[in-house]
T-cell receptor, first 111, second 114 residues
Framework: KQEVTQIPAALSVPEGENLVLNCSFT??????LQWFRQDPGKGLTSLLL?????REQTSGRLNASLDKSSGRSTLYIAASQPGDSATYLC??????????FGKGTKLSVKP | DTAVSQTPKYLVTQMGNDKSIKCEQNLGHDTMYWYKQDSKKFLKIMFS???????INETVPNRFSPKSPDKAHLNLHINSLELGDSAVYFC?????????????FGPGTRLTVL
């Protein structure tokens, strides 16, 4: 059974710092891996999707990597801003399209 | 234009009642989902429909019954509500063919059972 773990559970950094969020999964047979952002009381916003054949994806200050063989992904955020404060969720897609989520990393960027 | 919409946004009801949550997507996607986010913020799949056909039915009590009248709609009906059903329910949609694309989530429906 696929399990997704995110470390750390919470992270507080000063503005401007570069940071890395970690995600690991137990079964390497995934279709893709997705990173989402969730603001308090809101839905999920997709940040990046990495297909199983890809190694990384970039969007603006965000870069996500995928190492299927070791069951790991990282989300790199450059030059963090207070507006980046949110919970970041990692999810892997199974064979039937369902996403299996980690418990998230709650990020706080202090001005 | 709202991509994935849910109604209502908030639902407060008594134990034992029956309630429905509606979901609509205007993205032309072929697959729709219901997820439950519990009090610890953990998100878990409940159901998945592809072109109106049920694909995934996780270990959800049969008090929960999804209904997909067409590709753009996936409604969730809950019978005999229990305290433990209190959670935020998210609808999502995606295009799975020819290659899985990202899932788009609705804003969520916060259900409180008293």
């Amino acid at each position: 059974k696929q399990e997704v773990t995110q470390i750390p559970a919470a992270l507080s950094v000063p503005e401007g710092e570069n940071l890395v969020l970690n995600c690991s999964f137990t079964d390497s047979a995934i279709y893709n891996l997705q990173w989402f952002r969730q603001d308090p009381g809101k839905g999920l916003t997709s940040l990046l999707l990495i297909q199983s054949s890809q190694r990384e994806q970039t969007s603006g200050r965000l870069n996500a990597s995928l190492d299927k063989s070791s069951g790991r992904s990282t989300l790199y955020i450059a030059a963090s801003q207070p507006g980046d404060s949110a919970t970041y969720l990692c999810a892997v897609e199974g064979s039937q399209g369902n996403l299996i989520f980690g418990k998230g990393t709650k990020l706080s960027v202090k001005p | 234009d709202t991509a994935v919409s849910q109604t209502p946004k908030y639902l407060v009801t008594q134990m034992g009642n029956d309630k429905s949550i509606k979901c609509e997507q205007n993205l032309g996607h072929d697959t729709m989902y219901w997820y439950k986010q519990d009090s610890k913020k953990f998100l878990k799949i409940m159901f998945s429909y592809n072109n109106k056909e049920l694909i995934i039915n996780e270990t959800v009590p049969n008090r929960f019954s999804p209904k997909s009248p067409d590709k753009a709609h996936l409604n969730l009906h809950i019978n005999s509500l229990e305290l433990g059903d209190s959670a935020v329910y998210f609808c999502a949609s995606s295009q799975r063919r020819p290659e899985s694309d990202t899932q788009y989530f609705g804003p969520g429906t916060r259900l409180t059972v008293l």
